[in-house]
């Protein structure tokens, strides 16, 4: 499956952004998706994941209660909601997925990537 994703920008912080990723060339109904993170100078990081059945959805710590993570099966789409952003959010962000992937926070479960959006949180 080929992973496009878009929507980053710059915000200020407690600002939102909604990240989305398009998949095609697979059965997106079978796949589950993550995102990943990458600050500059660190290692990319998990984010958030979702199963592919919807029905599994994990956080990394940093950003439970701030990001929601979503699927809509008809859009072959999975959305990142990035809601009181703050400037340690700020990251090139990266979806992931894979066959009947459970949404886990290991990189090796996912075989697909897409480009990366950049997002910029400013104090």
């Known amino acids: 499956v080929q992973l496009q994703a878009s929507g980053g920008g710059l915000v200020q912080a407690g600002g939102s952004l909604r990240l989305s990723c398009v998949a095609s060339g697979g059965t997106f109904t079978t796949y589950g998706m993550g995102w990943f993170r990458q600050a500059p100078e660190k290692e990319r990081e998990f984010v958030a994941g979702?199963?592919?059945?919807?029905?599994?959805?994990s956080y990394a710590d940093s950003v439970k209660g701030r990001f929601t993570i979503s699927r809509d099966n008809a859009k072959n789409t999975v959305y990142l909601q990035m809601n009181s952003l703050i400037p340690e959010d700020t990251a090139v962000y990266y979806c992931?997925?894979?066959?009947?992937?459970?949404?886990?926070?290991?990189?090796?479960?996912?075989?697909?990537w897409g480009q990366g959006t950049q997002v910029t949180v400013s104090s």
């Open positions: 992931a997925g894979d066959k009947w992937a459970v949404g886990g926070r290991a990189e090796y479960e996912y075989r697909s």
């Open positions: 979702i199963s592919w059945s919807g029905g599994t959805r």
